[in-house]
């Protein structure tokens, strides 16, 4: 009911095709009726043209009428009409704005040098973004490609293939939610696996590190700082018997290893190339001339250059809120890369830029990584969810606000997991950044302090270089663990729950846990947590053992101290309770074991009733004790 599977083949020959055993093609036997479909497909026989129809709206999302489609064995071009200013996002890897360069789409193991070019791989859809919904467009090919816009960026989007067949498919993505076109996705090429618990931690990798005494070295410097780190890598060459490719060094332990082989011919049109020489960045030799070796393109010269401190603690903050903590060094061309992921990624020549080399990106990461381990439960319960359903654990603005307008062409602000708005500063030495708040209610994460989004740009000014500015979207209630410097550490630490209401008084939020680290969980927990009125439920299947409390629950923006506060029912004392009247936020002191249901509610007017009965009004919730 939700997507179309379109294919071109030529009758008379063979050509090749993605194999089943690489890219398993979605069920398609379950049949549908045309009165409940969300697209209908439409076609002429003569020319042969076709077009995809939104039901609800009749729209058409994606005509041919206006382009012949070619289908020859080494040629494919399929041609489509979009609207003016089209909201297109997608068709990766790669770093440039779409609509305005053509897109080759071929896989080249390269880290993006110089910014526009390809990354490591390439994912041939798109989705486009309509204040009527949200569709689209996966085309199955694995030769090269080219995704052309119409000149200027234009109305228009071309694909022209070397080879294979046109195997697409058309999603319709859902009219009120964004993520249900990505859902839709993850039904044609699969959810994202179950991932470990661990892996959420901090990682330090590099290649060059000289001996195992180096490596300790690493690993002693990082407990010195006080800056958890929770795997020690080294990377793809340092295996190798003088980097030779199918040798080992026996000296070295082998802990990740990468035989890459592209190659990129010595080409004296490449554009990249002579910018670089043109900018004087490449390495030199001894006598003075670009330093030329063989690595995985081929014939390569190596952009030079080193980070700055203040940027670094940038990046780094930002590699926090990614789902992969990782930090890539000065092995791609930018500096802004160079603490991009919050995985230690370093060459050989530049200086060491582990964290603790600096003192102000220490504490940087320091804070950023405290956030990221009391939120880790939050996302891990995120990931499951995207291996469940293809739920994405970040989220574009748009995605949550997808009638507004003015989240649409935003790429520096986004949501971590589902409530986490993170908003980081991205220019050297820049201590402000530009927000955008929709009309919504938000927290800031450190104070927290509610923030009325009015639909503009807010200027944060005075952000230090140890701050990245996060909101809480209201309408959400965090699980947030106690500090901690391991992910093994944290799963022994206790829950503090805090309720975020939205503008309507609400808030809701997950929790899944398991064992972490098994492929097949003997027993999990999940709880779902809702406020309404002013009783906050916590409510679920409890069979993985947990182990640990739920300590308090914090709930912001409570305008006033309740007259009386219980948890399941039961009055709470007053050393329970703290109120903090000038942030208006309210703490409950609950220390529950976390293995059943619970709730906790407050209220302001207490009365009794003729039978000795003792009610509580709270707003605008009346129940009886």
Known sequence: EERIHFKITDAKSTHYEVLDFIFPRPDSCHPVSPESDALQFNYTTSPFSFSIL?????????????????????????????????????????????LQITLTLWSRNSPGIPRGTNLYGNHSIYFEHRTTGTHGVFVLNSNGMDIKPSNGGGNSLEYNAIGGVLDSYFLAGSEPDPTGVARQYAGVAGTPAEVPYWSFGFHQCRFGYKDFVDVAGVISKYAAANIPLETMWTDILDYMDRRRIFTFDRKFIVLMTDPADAFLPDDENYAPYHRGKGLNTYLKADNGSDFIGLVWPGVTVWPAGNTTETLCARWAMLGAFYPFMRNVGPSVFSPPSLCLHSLQHNSDAPISQEFYVWDTVAQAVRNAINTRYRLLDYLYTAFHQAHLDGTPVLHPLWFKYPKDTNTFPIDLQFFFGDSVLVSPVTQENSTSVDVYFPKDIFYDFATPTPVEGTGSTVTLNNINFTTIPLHIKGGAVLPLRVQSTKTTTALRKDFEFVVAPGQDGTASGQLYMDGGESITQRSTTLVKMDLKGAKLDVRGS????????????????????????????????????????????????????????????????????SCGGLWDIGYPLLRHL
Do not use: C, W
Not at 55 to 72: D, G, L, M, N, Y
Not at 77 to 85: A, H, W
Not at 556 to 573: E, H, R
């Open 54 to 98: 939104r039901t609800s709206t009749r729209e058409v999302p994606f005509p041919t009428a206006s382009h012949p489609i070619i289908s020859e064995p080494q040629y494919l071009r399929l041609k489509t009409i979009l609207p003016d200013n089209a909201n297109i996002y997608g068709l990766g890897e790669n770093t440039n704005s779409l």
């Open 542 to 609: 409890f069979g993985f053992a947990t182990g640990v409390n739920v300590a308090r629950v914090r709930s912001l923006n409570v305008q006033s101290k309740p007259m009386t506060i219980g948890v399941n029912g039961k009055s709470v004392g007053a050393s329970d309770v703290a109120y903090d009247s000038s942030n208006k936020i309210l703490d409950v002191t609950v220390n529950l074991a976390f293995r059943s249901n619970f709730s906790v509610g407050y209220s302001y007017v207490s009365i009794q009733d």
